[in-house]
């Protein structure tokens, strides 16, 4: 008797995982989950949150010509409170083939990718991004309605460019809030080289404005253990006037087991004095396998009496906004799981 229920959930399976082989199908996904004291700069609580955590769809299908039809789905998940809806991270479907890839979604811009290359701490606390996207800044979304193109590399040289007709929801007859994000990228033997430009209207307190950024990023490997990273963006046209950041983070391998890891980056003034904010973050991974990571992140953002720049608001989803001119503190220790 106890074959039968073996019997059928062999065929279950069998019957599952024979469609998904037929389509090249891969499921895919990334726990990220974080115990983190957090604090406003009046008060520190303990916190629980799931960081970026996602589960994904991938599907490719061979097509003549030597080009390749490709879909993705991608969603967060929610660990830490039960949730996550479907395809709201990078979703998409394309074609390519010799000439370079084209595909329509919603996904990361090639300026999200180049801060993302020299981000040590991406998707934890300390992100690059609580700096480069705050305090009325964001460049770092996924645009709405994306095209994008890219071009086949030559020489580690690769070019992207990426569209939005129309970065809102609903149909459009006057293309209006429309946006673009172009880089232009060197790859080679651990050095990385990227610049970006992204442009997008939208509106802001009734205001009718086109948020521009220009970012600068590097990744130089100084020997086989020690990694420099720098960033450097150029935001303007956003409500207050426009804003610096700039900062360096380093890797050190300490041993196959080990890395240490740290960040230094700056936000200067908008037109209002005492608006700007330094986050200073330090770090240790810890791998158990290829495919597992534990880490501890320490944090501080030290805003200015006009500033409330955030520690732990950026690629996270659980997020403190400290009070305006107070510091925003952190201490997570977290575990990273691919699979």
């Keep these: 008797m106890k074959t039968k229920p073996l019997l059928l959930a062999a065929v279950i399976a069998t019957s599952i995982a024979l469609p998904a082989m037929a389509a090249d199908l891969e499921v895919y996904g990334r726990a990220n ?3 983190d004291a957090l604090g406003d700069g009046e008060d520190t609580g303990l916190n629980v949150s799931s960081n970026a955590s996602r589960l994904g769809f991938r599907a490719v299908t061979d097509i003549e010509g030597g080009m390749q039809v490709f879909v993705q789905l991608e969603q967060n998940v929610r660990f830490d409170q039960r949730g996550g809806d479907f395809a709201t991270r990078n979703s998409f479907a ?11 979604g919603s996904f990361d811009t090639p300026g999200k990718l180049v801060r993302s290359q020299v981000d040590v701490f991406n998707d934890r606390l300390a992100d690059v991004r609580n700096i480069a996207s705050g305090n009325d800044m964001s460049f770092d979304p996924r ?7 890219r071009a ?9 460019v990426h569209y939005s007709p129309h970065n809102d929801v609903g149909a459009t ?3 209006d809030r429309e946006a673009i994000s172009t880089s232009i990228t060197y790859n080679n033997g651990g050095l990385y080289l990227g610049a970006s430009y992204e442009s997008y209207e939208t509106e802001i307190d ?13 990744s130089f490997p100084l020997n086989d253990n020690l990694t420099l990273l720098g960033f450097y963006q150029h935001a303007s046209d956003i409500p207050g006037g426009d804003r610096h950041v700039y900062g360096l983070g380093s890797k050190y391998r300490l041993s196959d ?6 960040q230094v980056y700056q936000s200067s003034d ?13 770090g240790i991974d810890r791998y158990l396998a290829e495919s597992t990571t534990l880490y501890a992140i320490l944090g501080i953002t030290s805003n200015e009496d006009q500033a409330d720049f955030s520690v732990s608001s950026s690629g996270r989803d659980t997020r403190l906004v400290p009070v305006v001119g107070k510091n925003s503190t952190g201490l997570s220790v977290g575990i990273v799981h691919k699979f």
Aim: cysteine-free.
């Design 94 to 104: 394309g074609i390519r083939g010799d000439w370079g890839q084209l595909r329509v």
């Design 33 to 35: 989950l974080s115990i």
């Design 206 to 218: 009734n205001m009718e404005l086109q948020p521009t950024a220009v970012r600068l990023g590097a």
């Design 152 to 160: 086949p590399s030559f020489n580690n040289v690769t070019f992207d």
């Design 257 to 262: 087991n080990y890395s240490l890891m740290g």
């Design 270 to 282: 908008n037109d209002t004095p005492d608006t700007g904010a330094t986050m200073f973050s330090l």
């Design 143 to 149: 645009f709405r309605n994306g095209i994008h193109y």
């Design 173 to 175: 007859t006057t293309n």
